[in-house]
C-alpha cells in the first residue's frame, strides 16, 4: 500500500507542476537532442550527411570517405577502429557501418552515443537512413528533400529506357576474378528497377556467398550478358578495351554492342545519393542499339 501511495502522490505533484507551468509560461514542446561533433566511420554516411546541410557538424571522417572533399577526412579507420583515437576528437555521436570487435560498446562506455547505420540491401532501406540521420542531425526537412529527389530521378531515369530494353540481362563486376552481385544485394536492386536479369543470381552458392558470389569466365560467357557493369575500374584499371580482350569475351552481346558499363567503383559500392548518378549512366547504356 506505501508504494501505490507513494506514486499517487507523485503524480498528483506531477500534475500540480504542469499546472503552474502552464499558467506560468507559454507551454514548451518537447525538443529532440540534435548532436553537434559527429564522426563518421561509413563513406555512405558521410555522403548523406553532407547531402542533406549536416556537414558543419561532422569533425571527422574515416580514411575511406573520400567524397566530398571538403569532408574533413583523417586517418582513422572504420575497419580497424581505435577507440582511444576516436574519443580522442571529444565527439558526441559516432556513426557506424560496421563493428568489429564490438568497439562501439566500448565508445559507449566512454559515455559517446553510436548508432550504427547497416549497410542497406535495398533503396528503402536507403531512404529510411537517410531520414533516421536527419532526426538525429537536426536536418530532417533537408533529409526528406534528398530521398525525395532520388524518388523523383529515378523514376525519371526508369521511365526514359524503353520496354524492350526492361529485361537485358546484366553482369555486374565486382573485381576481375569475377565476384559478382546478385539482385539481393543493394546495387541488385538498382538493377530490378529496370526489370534487368542479372546473371549472378542463377550461380552456385550465391545465396551462401551472401548475394556475392565468384562467377567464372566460362559461366558469364555462357550466360551472354547484354550489359556488363565494371565496378573495378578504378581499383583494378578494367575497361571496355580490358573485356573484350578477355578468351572469349568479344561473342558476348554487351561486348559486340558496346554495352560496357564503366562505373565509379565508391559510387557504386554506396547506398547514397550518388546513386541517381549510376543509375543514369546505366539506363544511357541501356538504351544503346
Not at 16 to 35: E, F, G, I, K, N
Not at 36 to 53: C, H, K, M, N, Q
Not at 182 to 201: E, H, M, N, P, V
Request: charge should be positive; charged fraction near 15%.
Amino acid at each position: 500500500m506505501q508504494r501505490v501511495s507513494i506514486a499517487v502522490v507523485a503524480a498528483l505533484a506531477a500534475a500540480l507542476v504542469v499546472v503552474s507551468l502552464s499558467t506560468a509560461a507559454p507551454q514548451r514542446t518537447r525538443t529532440t537532442h540534435h548532436y553537434r561533433r559527429i564522426i563518421s566511420l561509413s563513406p555512405t554516411v558521410t555522403e548523406d550527411l553532407f547531402a542533406f546541410g549536416a556537414g558543419k557538424q561532422v569533425i571527422a571522417v574515416d580514411n575511406q570517405s573520400n567524397y566530398p572533399k571538403r569532408a574533413p577526412r583523417t586517418s582513422l579507420s572504420g575497419f580497424t577502429p581505435n577507440v582511444e583515437a576516436i574519443a580522442g576528437y571529444h565527439p558526441d555521436l559516432v556513426l557506424i557501418s560496421y563493428d568489429p570487435g564490438n568497439f562501439g560498446s566500448q565508445l559507449k562506455k566512454l559515455g559517446i552515443k553510436v548508432v550504427n547505420i547497416a549497410a542497406a540491401s535495398n533503396l528503402k532501406q536507403a531512404y529510411d537512413e537517410i531520414l533516421q540521420l536527419g532526426r538525429l542531425t537536426g536536418h530532417v526537412k533537408g533529409a526528406k528533400a534528398v530521398v525525395h529527389s532520388m524518388r523523383k530521378h529515378l523514376a525519371a531515369i526508369v521511365r526514359s529506357v524503353p520496354a524492350t530494353r526492361r529485361h537485358l540481362r546484366v553482369y555486374h563486376e565486382l573485381d576481375p576474378t569475377y565476384y559478382s552481385a546478385t539482385s539481393a544485394t543493394f546495387i541488385g536492386s538498382i538493377y530490378k528497377l529496370f526489370g534487368f536479369r542479372d546473371i549472378a543470381d542463377a550461380a552456385s552458392g550465391a545465396a551462401a556467398a551472401g548475394g556475392y558470389p565468384q562467377l567464372s569466365g566460362e559461366y558469364i560467357i555462357a550466360k551472354d550478358p547484354q550489359i556488363i557493369v565494371l565496378a573495378d575500374t578504378r581499383c583494378c584499371q578494367q575497361s571496355y578495351a580490358t573485356v573484350s580482350s578477355r578468351p572469349g569475351w568479344s561473342t558476348i552481346a554487351a561486348v559486340q554492342h558496346h554495352r560496357v558499363v564503366s562505373a565509379n567503383d565508391d559510387v557504386a559500392s554506396r547506398w547514397g545519393p550518388r546513386i541517381v548518378q549510376f543509375a543514369r549512366t546505366v539506363a544511357r547504356i541501356a538504351k544503346q542499339s
